[in-house]
Nanobody, 124 residues
């Protein structure tokens, strides 16, 4: 299983950006997807997740600004980021796992496969 993330870049505060992550080598559609981020000097933190049942969860600091979605036909998960802030600057990672229980969706250890990350830089 491989994940390829893309869409990062340098934007100004208030701008929008849409990240994409294509999953290959995974059969069927019953797998969960997550987005995490890691800022310099900080631990990796949860951003959003989308279960195969289409249930979505978000970390509080992105609620109302970010939207996670999926194109099942293309095995691609998206993260639409609106109202970006300088504190959103980080490397964003997508990840996938199977059968992750709801309470574990925020835990990086619950995911089996990770993409390489895409850098998002928000200037003030």
């Amino acid at each position: 299983v491989q994940l390829q993330a893309s869409g990062g870049g340098l934007v100004q505060a208030g701008d929008s950006l849409k990240l994409s992550c294509t999953v290959s080598g995974r059969t069927g559609s019953r797998y969960d997807l997550g987005w995490f981020r890691q800022a310099p000097g900080k631990e990796r933190e949860f951003v959003a997740a989308l279960r195969w049942t289409r249930v979505t969860i978000y970390e509080d600091f992105v609620k109302g600004r970010f939207i996670i979605s999926r194109d099942g036909a293309k095995n691609t998960v998206f993260l639409q980021m609106n109202g970006l802030k300088p504190e959103d600057t980080a490397v964003y990672y997508c990840a996938t796992g199977v059968g992750i229980i709801l309470s574990n969706l925020r835990r990086p250890s619950a995911y089996n496969y990770w993409g390489q990350g895409t850098l998002v830089t928000v200037s003030s």
